[in-house]
């Protein structure tokens, strides 16, 4: 059977407990403390014929209020940014297993299919995607022909221009987009699947083998 003490948690428990809130309470403190010393200091040591002013004390004493409404700006960020990356944590790890496109510009044929995409900031009059083998050598073109804004999903069977079935392996591609004469802007879209996440200074990662750590904000479409 498990009990239940009421009794009264003591205050050093909760300094052991909560050290980050604990540290930023402990910092105003003695920084008020500190101040109100050298204040007091200042008025008893004041030149009788040249007293301090109201002005000056006013001023000294709106500084203070000043520096302790800025630490508890910056407790109260810093919490909300833990609650906000604990949330994105969890959103990311239901992305665990799932394919995704994300930049970048590599491909992996396997068993004669690989997964790419294109991301068009524009309408566009003909887009073309360049496939080259690991020494950079065009090995395949494909006219994707006329194309509106957005991700568009691509497979690739592995066959060449030559008429031959490249290995499986690894690839990389690029990608050339036109309208009225003018480049359309054109990102190239890696697939992978999510195996983890991690999370830390830099914020969420989602970890994408053959594309690397990604934020989720440069998540283009999830499978």
């Known amino acids: 059977m498990t009990t239940i003490s009421d009794t009264p948690v003591s205050s050093s428990l909760l300094t052991t407990m909560n050290p980050v809130q604990a540290s930023a309470t402990d910092t105003a403190s003695a920084t008020q403390d500190r101040f109100m010393k050298l204040l007091v200091t200042q008025m008893q040591n004041q030149d009788p014929l040249n007293p301090l002013d109201n002005a000056q004390m006013t001023s000294q004493l709106a ?119 003018q480049t359309v802007g054109a990102t190239p879209l890696a697939f992978g699947q999510v195996v983890s996440v991690s999370s830390g200074a830099q914020g969420v990662k989602l970890n994408v083998p053959n594309i690397g750590a990604v934020n989720l904000a440069d998540i283009r479409q999830i499978l």
């Open 63 to 181: 500084q203070l209020s000043t520096v302790t409404g800025i630490d508890k700006v910056n407790a109260t960020l810093q919490a909300l940014q833990g609650s906000f990356q604990s949330g994105q944590s969890l959103q990311a790890t239901s992305m665990i297993g799932h394919g995704v496109f994300a930049p970048g510009s590599t491909l992996t044929l396997s068993g004669g299919n690989a997964l790419l995409g294109v991301d068009l900031s524009g309408p566009a009059d003909s887009v073309k995607v360049t496939i080259r083998d690991a020494s950079g050598k065009a090995i395949h073109t494909m006219d994707l022909g006329a194309s509106d804004t957005g991700t568009l999903p691509l497979a690739w069977d592995g066959s060449t221009d030559s008429g031959s079935a490249a290995a499986d392996g690894q690839y990389s591609f690029e990608i050339a987009a036109v309208r009225a004469g």
